[in-house]
């Protein structure tokens, strides 16, 4: 199965579930270390909205 990007690409699902899981490790290594600052729900919705966007080109 693959998922459709902004131009027509077309990227594995695992290839994408792989870049999802590094930003969330990234996000959550930057909140710890105190380099961002959000709360637990602010970084959920952020996330979401992130990945939504970048797999789909579309905002929710």
């Known amino acids: 199965m693959d998922v459709g990007g902004v131009?027509?690409?077309?990227?594995?699902?695992?290839?994408?579930?792989?870049?999802?899981?590094?930003?969330?490790?990234?996000?959550?290594?930057a909140v710890e270390d105190g380099a961002v600052r959000m709360s637990d729900d602010e970084a959920v919705e952020s996330l979401?909205?992130?990945?939504?966007r970048?797999?789909?080109g579309r905002d929710y």
Request: glycine share 6%; hydrophobic share 50%.
């Open 7 to 29: 131009s027509g690409e077309q990227h594995p699902v695992d290839a994408s579930l792989a870049m999802m899981f590094c930003l969330v490790q990234a996000i959550s290594a």
């Open 54 to 56: 970048g797999l789909t």
């Open 48 to 52: 979401t909205r992130f990945v939504y």
